[in-house]
């Protein structure tokens, strides 16, 4: 282990930006705002190493690193001219957590650290303010006891509550039948009196030695170690558990802990605290943007009990416009200096930060930087905007915006012309439009959408106890809490719709009241929201409507139109979608999709004219009676051919022939059974029969794929010659057409070759009749691992692969999608599978199925076009696998195919940088 502690201070720093692995992101932070000569409160950060050290030797820090400790108090003594632990001249600190990569919230910080009544008596001499010293010391014990003893904060409500009611008698408020929150309003913290205070701290601690047994330590040093104790131990608390698997951090990765002196908010008009963002994060657009409250500790901004105000109406550092509680308008010279750090910052780390600040007696200190999490949106306009500032390369300006991110964008949002029934306002904390049921607790909500109900998760505020019901949620709701919130943090970086703030709405016992009010701002009434009432949020407006109301597809900005086309110009995969009609060929396209990877036939038979003239088919006794029932179906079949060869003229696209067993097209119930036995003369009797002769033990290993044409060879007859028929008319319209004819699951060399030859039999009849020719390609998917490890054979037959990697996937791990919902959560859980299988590729597995496919097939055919469908073809993570495997195109739905670009250019510029450093750049 390298060195347990690294300070910084008065400009000074031995640690700097680059060792977040080693001080955690905050601690990487603040030694480097330090180095910079911005101002931060001196302090130290004991380093992950230790933290890993300490579990390791059963929760004992290891030797050496008390006295270290020490040492580190001892310079920050010197430096502040103060002791920690003294009366005189006391020393308060803050005890910091801090991970590599940011979980705001999830662990926990005990500010206001080294106070007992001498002390706190001390603190309050020194500062002029009684008030002020003694609400600072009854905050510190509430959080200590709490986060160090386990002592939870609800437990001391009834006491803050008496106090509440000792100051409001005090000034003369009649407080009697006030409840809780009424209560706060009338008497915030700021009017507690010192008297009231020093009653509150009494009975505070008799509440800790109640429930502990023991008083609560006076010892300064001992609240010390305490303190980075439960720091350490909080990685392990359940919230940071929860968080850390959502995000995929890993457990090992162990926090830092920052001791760092106190400053204070809270001393007076002339101090405050807030929060800031060098650009705005829900929107993206280039203003220096946050939130501050005047005479307030940092903890109160992020808790959203108090409304914050704008630092800044313009955000531009010029001034302007503003209704006076701006910082700006407060206390400009403060203003003036916060933004001139945000820009330097800005310039230091060529990336938004997000910064705490807090004001003491008109002194600035900032607290905390951090690239700032950000909706889909606004990573793309940054990222591009700051590619064009000069500030990043095209390239990284790729690099920058998570795939996943801009799911968001492409989602529709609330459609402007729907009728639609105002419920309230608030803030436009995370945009996109979500309908759901209200639920009220973060339980519910996870149980509700368990169920596959959507769901709108409503709370006063959220805390990091919720984030399960966030996630579960389709969006979020909060009747506090600023753009700041935890609420409005957290929806931002899962990409959820989140309303917050939203006063007019107050939550308890299970139902949400609802203020309505006129255009003039007068209340008009009130509404009352059930538990299961639907109600859809529009995140983008901080809108909040009753019932559901529809919505409109994407409109996509300029900036991401630029940064996929710099996307498209550096990758090498080409992205294909799944269309089966030609409205979802369209789609696929106007996202830019360059082909299609996969229609499905089978889709084509569910309208109703068709299922009878396939039920037909299904049920004739002869090859006469099915190809008397194909010929009913030849005609629909060849009319969608010809709208997706429209639709995608000049584009590859390749269609699959039948692939699901034949029971699936059979009535499901007697009223159909009944319809059915009209329509064809047989006796209902007859068809529950044959239904029950169709029906499989296992489907999806059954009667399916090309064995269909095996056995029925009429049925790819007729889809051949459909869409030889319709590429032959799109031609003969001078449109461009270049089909790609794909067989299922084959295995076997003899499967093709068969197959081949009738759609060879076909072409040739067809071409005569027509009296012209077209090129086609025949090809298959590779789903079963025989195909895989037989593709030499099989590319003897074939002109491509598609590998279908949904049923690769069960045909090789011998697990049926359908059924994984029982035990596949809890392989994740358990460590057998890193992620699920059939969202993110199995690469060590299928992936090397894939290979071997590739590796052999191209033995045999070197210019084997290779592809892959399935929903591995739209995630980020398989995408970077099939780059560096070398196929030629993905495959995914139309919604996915933007994702699929920008990952795969993400995969292409990650394979370059494997190869070495460019000649160039
Ligand atoms: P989190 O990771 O939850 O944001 P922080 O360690 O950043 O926790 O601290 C919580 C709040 O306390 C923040 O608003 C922070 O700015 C404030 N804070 C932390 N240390 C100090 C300090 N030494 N002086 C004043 N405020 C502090
Ligand atoms: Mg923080
Ligand atoms: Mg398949």
């Not at 979980?103 to 500010?111: A, E, K, N, S």
């Not at 109406?313 to 209704?323: E, F, S």
């Not at 007697?670 to 239904?691: F, M």
């Given at each position: 282990m390298g060195r347990s502690i690294y300070f910084f201070g008065a400009g000074q720093a031995d640690g700097d930006a680059q060792q977040k692995d080693l001080l955690g992101g905050k601690g990487a932070g603040l030694a480097e705002m330090t180095r910079l000569g911005i101002p931060v409160p001196p302090g130290f950060t004991v380093t992950t190493e230790v933290c890993n050290a300490y579990y390791a030797a059963g929760k004992v820090l290891p030797a050496g690193v008390e006295d270290e400790i020490k040492a580190a108090i001892g310079r920050l003594e010197s430096l502040r001219g103060a002791r920690f632990g003294s009366a005189d001249a006391p020393l308060l600190v803050s005890v910091r957590s801090g991970a590599r990569a940011s979980?705001?919230?999830?662990?926990?910080?005990?500010?206001n650290l080294g106070l007992n009544d001498e002390i706190a008596q001390g603190l309050a001499r020194r500062t002029g303010s009684e008030r002020f010293a003694l609400d600072a010391y009854r905050r510190?014990?509430?959080?200590?006891?709490?986060?160090?003893?386990?002592?939870?904060?609800?437990?001391?409500?009834?006491?803050?509550g008496r106090a509440r009611r000792q100051a409001a008698a005090k000034l003369g408020v009649d407080a009697t039948r006030l409840n809780s929150a009424e209560l706060e309003r009338k008497v915030p913290d700021s009017l507690l009196d010192p008297e009231s205070l020093a009653a509150l701290i009494q009975r505070q601690k008799d509440i800790v030695l109640g429930a502990t047994g023991r008083p609560f330590p006076d010892d300064p040093a001992a609240q010390l170690w305490g303190a980075i104790r439960a720091v350490f131990d909080s990685w392990k608390n359940h919230?940071?558990?929860?968080?850390?698997?959502?995000?995929?951090?890993?457990?090992?990765?162990?926090?830092?802990?920052?001791?760092?002196?106190?400053?204070?908010?809270?001393?007076?008009?002339?101090?405050?605290?807030?929060?800031?963002?060098t650009r705005d994060p829900s929107t993206g657009e280039r203003r220096f943007y946050g939130e501050w409250l005047p005479n307030a500790q940092g903890e109160d901004v992020v808790a959203g009990v108090r409304t914050p105000h704008p630092?800044?109406?313009?955000?531009?550092?010029?001034?302007?416009?503003?209704?006076g509680s701006s910082l700006e308008a407060r206390m400009p010279a403060v203003y003036a200096e916060l933004f001139a750090v945000q820009g330097k910052l800005e310039q230091h780390f060529r990336e938004v930060q997000d910064l705490e600040f807090t004001i003491q007696q008109n002194e600035l200190f900032l607290l905390q930087c951090r690239a700032a999490k950000r909706t889909g949106r606004a990573a793309v306009r940054i990222a591009v905007e700051m590619a064009k500032e000069g500030l990043i390369s095209q390239r990284e300006a790729i690099l920058r915006v998570d795939p996943g991110s801009i799911d968001q964008l492409l989602h529709p949002s609330i459609d402007p012309s729907a009728p639609k029934e105002l419920l309230a306002r608030g803030l436009p904390a995370s945009p996109g439009a979500a309908t759901g049921q209200v639920v009220f607790s973060a339980d519910e909500a996870e149980r509700r959408a368990g169920q596959g109900r959507a769901v709108i998760l409503v709370r006063s505020e959220t805390s990091p106890e919720d984030i399960h019901g966030m996630k579960a949620a389709r969006g979020i709701l909060t009747a506090r809490g600023g753009m700041t919130s935890h609420a409005a943090v957290v929806a931002r970086g899962m990409g959820k719709s989140c309303v917050a703030g939203c006063s007019a709405i107050s939550v308890s016992q299970g139902r949400m009241a609802v203020t309505t009010y006129d255009d003039h701002g007068r209340t008009t009434g009130a509404i009352t929201v059930k538990d299961g009432d639907l109600i859809t949020l529009d995140g983008g407006t901080g809108t909040v409507y009753l019932g559901a109301v529809p919505t409109v597809p994407a409109a996509l900005s300029d900036e991401f139109g630029e940064l996929m086309a710099w996307a498209d110009a550096v990758r090498r995969l080409r992205v294909r979608s799944n269309a089966d009609t030609p409205h979802d060929a369209r789609t696929a396209r106007n996202f830019g999709a360059e082909g299609i990877g996969l229609c499905r036939t089978e889709h084509m038979f569910f309208d109703e004219e068709r299922i009878q003239a396939m039920r037909e088919m299904i049920l004739a006794d002869s090859e006469l009676g099915r190809r008397r029932a194909l010929a009913k179906l030849l005609p629909f079949q060849r009319s969608d051919f010809l709208g997706v060869f429209r639709e995608m003229a000049g584009l590859p696209v390749t269609i699959r022939l039948l692939d699901p067993p034949l029971h699936e097209f059979l009535p499901q119930?007697?009223?159909?059974?009944?319809?059915?036995?009209?329509?064809?003369?047989?006796?209902?009797?007859?068809?529950?029969?044959?239904?029950?002769?169709l029906a499989e033990y296992n489907p999806m290993l059954g009667h399916r794929g090309c064995r269909l044409a095996i056995t029925s060879p009429e049925i790819y007859e007729m889809q051949a010659r459909a869409i030889l028929e319709a590429a032959c008319e799109v031609a003969a319209a001078g449109i461009e057409v270049e089909p790609e004819i794909m067989i299922p699951l084959s295995m076997t060399r003899r499967e093709l070759s068969l197959t081949r030859a009738l759609v060879e039999e076909v072409a040739e009849k067809v071409f005569a009749e027509k009296g012209r020719r077209v090129d086609f390609r025949f090809g298959t998917m590779i789903e079963l691992p025989r195909a895989a490890l037989r593709a030499g054979e099989l590319a003897e037959e074939s002109e491509f692969f598609s590998f279908g990697t949904n049923d690769l996937t069960q045909t090789t791990l011998g697990i049926s999608r359908d059924d994984a919902g029982r035990f596949l959560g809890a392989y994740v859980e358990a460590g057998v599978f890193a992620k699920d299988p059939f969202q993110s590729l199995d690469v060590a597995g299928v992936g090397e199925l894939v290979e071997i496919g590739r590796d052999r097939g191209r033995a045999v055919r070197p210019g084997l076009k290779l592809g892959v469908c399935g929903e591995h073809g739209g995630d980020p993570s398989s995408i970077a696998f099939f780059e560096r495997a070398g196929l030629d195109y993905v495959s995914c739905s139309p919604f996915r195919v933007p994702i699929a670009r920008l990952a795969a250019a993400q995969a292409a510029l990650a394979a370059e940088a494997a190869r070495g450093p460019r000649a160039t750049d």
């Open positions: 979980m705001p919230g999830m662990m926990d910080t005990i500010l510190f014990i509430l959080a200590y006891a709490d986060i160090v003893l386990g002592v939870p904060r609800d437990r001391f409500e009834d006491a803050l919230r940071a558990e929860v968080y850390r698997k959502i995000h995929d951090i890993p457990e090992a990765w162990g926090t830092a802990c920052t001791i760092q002196v106190m400053v204070f908010g809270n001393l007076g008009d002339d101090s405050g605290t807030g929060v800031a963002f630092l800044s109406l313009t955000g531009t550092g010029a001034g302007g416009a503003d209704d119930d007697e009223a159909q059974l009944a319809q059915l036995s009209r329509a064809t003369g047989v006796s209902a009797e007859d068809l529950r029969h044959k239904s029950e002769e």
